[in-house]
């Protein structure tokens, strides 16, 4: 089955220890998205990627870098995670363009905590 | 800027009480989603309304986009215990790629 795929499902880091969180799609669509969700709130746009153009929101903090190396695979790097960073982070994906849904697919997310 | 208010935040319902939230924006939207995610669980696309005006069914629920295209809401009629979770509204524009959900309504019911 088509699908996206986050590793891991938890995580857990150091303070100020670097982290890489992945998602992969068998969808094949164009836009993949990284979220940050904490409790009990709505998911929050980290960025995204429509196809190799990268578009990150105003408020995202430079601690969050992502990279996408191909149409398949994206990464969510936390350069130096601090304790605020704790939260559920979900990766989805989106077909934009003329005749298409732009209805979101999430992964499982990866549950991040930071010791 | 876009504002986008969703209410309720949080429903307790008796299992076969209706529900109903409401998200309403300060700008024309293009379009709008709707997602649930289930305690636990990740967010899961439910319907996308486009027209002005428009109402569409799955089964219990009824989804409506409002004549200006600025508010929506969806109704579930005589809900059940698997409705339990937190439905958000995704408000979309065509001038901006930018995607906010709304706050979320989270729904509980007694069985």
Same mark, same amino acid.
């Given at each position: 089955d088509a699908m996206v795929i986050q590793n891991p499902r938890y995580q857990v880091t150091q303070f100020g220890k670097p982290v890489t969180l992945s998602c992969s799609q @068998?969808?094949?669509?164009?836009v993949m998205y990284w979220y940050q969700q904490k409790s009990s709130q709505a998911p929050k746009l980290l960025f995204h990627y429509y196809d190799k153009d990268f578009n990150n929101e105003? &408020? @995202?903090? &430079?601690?969050f870098q992502s990279r996408r190396p191909n149409t398949s695979f994206c990464f969510l790097d936390i350069r130096s995670p601090g304790l605020g960073d704790a939260a559920m982070y979900l990766c989805a994906t989106s077909s934009w363009g @003329?005749?298409?849904?732009?209805e979101q697919y999430f992964g499982p997310g990866t549950r991040l905590t930071v010791t | 800027g876009q504002q986008v208010m969703q209410i309720p935040q949080y429903q307790h319902v008796q299992e076969g009480e209706d529900f109903t939230t409401y998200c309403n924006s300060s700008t024309t939207l293009s379009n709008i989603q709707w997602y649930k995610q289930r305690p636990g669980g990740h967010p899961v696309f439910l319907i996308q309304l486009v027209k002005s005006g428009e109402v569409k069914k799955q089964k219990r629920l009824t989804f409506q986009f409002g004549e200006a295209k600025k508010n929506s809401s969806l109704h579930i009629t005589? !809900?059940? !215990? !698997?409705?339990?979770g937190t439905y958000f509204c995704l408000p979309l524009m065509d001038s901006s790629y930018k995607l906010i959900f709304g706050s979320g309504t989270r729904l509980l019911v007694r069985p």
């Open positions: @068998t969808l094949n669509h164009n105003a &408020d @995202t903090p &430079d601690n @003329t005749g298409r849904s732009y | 005589a !809900t059940q !215990t !698997t409705d339990v």
